[in-house]
């Protein structure tokens, strides 16, 4: 799998940006699609996650409530909107595919490359 990440950028605190990733062709081992996130010197970390199929979804207790997670099977995307931001929440960004629900960046089969999100106060 093939994992493609956009929309990162520059944004105020209180603001909101829409991340976007592209899948394009997912295997049978591939029913999860996530979020996760890096921030300097810190470990990866899940953001948010959606049952390909049945779309349900799953958050960090850190992102619940700003953060939506939703996925388009015509257009084969996974999108986060990520509204109220906060300067905590600056990071690099990534997609990731797993065979189910994880909680941690070694649980997922592909990644896709990082989009930088940076938050200013």
């Known amino acids: 799998v093939q994992l493609q990440a956009s929309g990162g950028g520059l944004v105020q605190a209180g603001g909101s940006l829409r991340l976007s990733c592209t899948v394009p062709?997912?295997?049978?081992?591939?029913?999860?699609m996530n979020w996760f996130r890096q921030a300097l010197g810190k470990e990866r970390e899940f953001v948010a996650g959606?049952?390909?199929?049945?779309?349900?979804?799953r958050y960090a207790d850190s992102v619940k409530g700003r953060f939506t997670i939703s996925r388009d099977g015509a257009k084969g995307t996974v999108d986060l909107q990520m509204n109220s931001l906060k300067v905590e929440d600056t990071a690099i960004y990534y997609c990731?595919?797993?065979?189910?629900?994880?909680?941690?960046?070694?649980?997922?089969?592909?990644w896709g490359q990082g989009t930088l999100v940076t938050v200013s106060s």
């Open positions: 062709r997912l295997t049978t081992s591939d029913n999860f």
């Open positions: 990731a595919s797993s065979s189910r629900a994880i909680a941690t960046a070694i649980e997922a089969r592909a």
């Open positions: 959606i049952k390909w199929r049945e779309g349900i979804k």
